[in-house]
C-alpha cells in the first residue's frame, strides 16, 4: 500500500475501568470505502471519535496521510464528520447550512455560494438551497449533511451511522447512492455501521469489531466466505456453526466449522411420506430449485426433520433436527414455490447436501 490515508497503531481508549478500544492496528487507503462494522459497544464510534480528534487515545498513534496527528486538535485533522443525528442549524437555509464550514475558514462569499451549489448539485438537492432543514425529508437531511462535509473537500469523511434514522427503503437508496458519491469525489470514507448487510453492500473493505478489537479485516467476499472466526462468521450474515461432537459426528472431522444456509440444498427422502412428489415445479425439494448441478461427489449429506419452515418472500428458512444431533438452518431460493407448498414441510423428514468445501474451517 501506498502511504495509507489513516494507519491506527496500537490504539487504545479506556473510560474509567471500561476498555472502549483495546488495541487496535489497522491501515484504510486513499480513496477506500471502509467500514467499520460491529455490535453495539464494540468500540466502532469511539475509533472514529479518535480518528477525528474528538479523543485523545489512551496510548497509540493516529496517522493521517503519514502524518502523526494524536495530540492535534479536531480542526487541525484533514478529516469531517458526518453523524446520524445531521446536527444541520435549523433556523439556517440548505444553503446557508452548507456553507458554513468554509465561511469559519474565511472562504470568500463568491466561491463560497460556488462550491456550495456544487455540493448541493453532487446530493441532487440543487432546487432546495432556500429551504430550511425542517421543510426537508429525512433523506434530504442526511444529503445535506453530507453536502456539509463534502464542500471542505476533506482527504477523509467520516460516516457515523448516517443512514440509521432513515428508514429501510430509503435507507438502501442512499446506500447506493452514498457508493456513488464516493466514487465520484474519490474522498477516503470510514462508515460505522452495526448493520452488516450495508457493510456489505457498500464496502471496499470492512473491519469486524468486537469487544474493542478488530476481529478481521477484508472485503466483504473475504469476511463472508472466509470467516476468521466463529464471531465473524455469526455476525456477517447467519451461519451454522458446528463444533466438537456436531462436526465429528456431521463432518467425520475434528474442529470447528461454519456453514452458509444458503449453500444448503434440501431434498424430500423419497419414499417416506416426505412433501411434494418430486415433479418439476411442485416447489418439493429436488425439483431443482436448488441443489441440482452439484455432483454427488465430495458432497456431504445429512438426513433429518424439519422443525421449522418460515416463508419470506424470496426466500424460506428451514430449521432442520438432524438424525445426527444438531440442528441447522437451510436457506431455499422461491424460484417457483410459495408460501402453501412451504407449509407441507413443517415436521417431514429431509436430507440436507453442501459442497464440503462450503463447511469453513474456523480457528478453534
Ligand atoms: N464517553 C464515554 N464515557 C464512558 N464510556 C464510554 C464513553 N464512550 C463510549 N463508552 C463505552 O465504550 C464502549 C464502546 O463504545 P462505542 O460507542 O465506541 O461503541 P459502538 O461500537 O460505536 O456502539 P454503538 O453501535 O452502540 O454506537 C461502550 O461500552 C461504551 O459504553
Known amino acids: 500500500m501506498d502511504t495509507p490515508a489513516i494507519r491506527l497503531t496500537g490504539l ?3 473510560f474509567g475501568n471500561v476498555d472502549a478500544v483495546a488495541g487496535v492496528d489497522l491501515e484504510i487507503a486513499d480513496g477506500e470505502f471502509f467500514s467499520m462494522l460491529g455490535p453495539s459497544g464494540s468500540g466502532k464510534t469511539t475509533v472514529l471519535r479518535l480518528i477525528a480528534g474528538f479523543e485523545l487515545p489512551t496510548s497509540g498513534v493516529v496517522e493521517l496521510a503519514g ?9 487541525e485533522r484533514d478529516v469531517n464528520t458526518v453523524f446520524q443525528d445531521y446536527a444541520l442549524f435549523p433556523h439556517m437555509s440548505v444553503i446557508d447550512n452548507v456553507e458554513y464550514g468554509l465561511k469559519i475558514r474565511k472562504v470568500g462569499r463568491r466561491e463560497r455560494r460556488e462550491r456550495a451549489e456544487a455540493a ?3 446530493v441532487r438537492l440543487e432546487g432546495y438551497a432556500q429551504r430550511k432543514p425542517g421543510q426537508l425529508s429525512g433523506g434530504q437531511r442526511q444529503r445535506v449533511a453530507l453536502a456539509r462535509a463534502l464542500v471542505n473537500r476533506p482527504k477523509v469523511l467520516l460516516l457515523d451511522e448516517p443512514l440509521g434514522a432513515l428508514d429501510l427503503k430509503l435507507r438502501e437508496e442512499m446506500q447506493l447512492e452514498l457508493k456513488h458519491i464516493q466514487r465520484q469525489v474519490g474522498i477516503t470514507f470510514v462508515f460505522v455501521t452495526h448493520d452488516q448487510q450495508e457493510a456489505l453492500t457498500m464496502s471496499d473493505r470492512i473491519a469486524v469489531f468486537n469487544a474493542g478489537r478488530i476481529e478481521q479485516v477484508g472485503t466483504p467476499a473475504e469476511v463472508y466466505d472466509q470467516p476468521g472466526s ?3 462468521a455469526g455476525f456477517v450474515g447467519t451461519a451454522n456453526v458446528l463444533r466438537d461432537d456436531a462436526a465429528r459426528t456431521v463432518l467425520g472431522e475434528d474442529g470447528c466449522f461454519a456453514i452458509r444456509p444458503e ?3 434440501l431434498e424430500s427422502s423419497p419414499g417416506d411420506g416426505s412433501p411434494g412428489d418430486g415433479s418439476p415445479g411442485d416447489g418439493s425439494p429436488g425439483d431443482g430449485e436448488q441443489g441440482d448441478g452439484l455432483p454427488d461427489d465430495g458432497d456431504v449429506t445429512a438426513t433429518g426433520r424439519v422443525v421449522e419452515a418460515v416463508y419470506a418472500g424470496p426466500t424460506t428458512r428451514f430449521v432442520v433436527q438432524l438424525d445426527a444431533g444438531a440442528q441447522l438452518v437451510a436457506l431455499r431460493q422461491n424460484l417457483r414455490s410459495s408460501s402453501a407448498d412451504v407449509q407441507s414441510y413443517r415436521d417431514a423428514p429431509v436430507t440436507l447436501r453442501w459442497r464440503r468445501e462450503h463447511a469453513i474451517r474456523l480457528p478453534a
Open 12 to 14: 487504545r481508549k479506556s
Open 120 to 122: 448541493l448539485a453532487t
Open 263 to 265: 449453500k444448503i440444498a
Open 230 to 232: 466463529a464471531f465473524v
Open 67 to 75: 502524518a502523526d496527528v494524536t495530540r492535534k486538535a479536531p480542526f
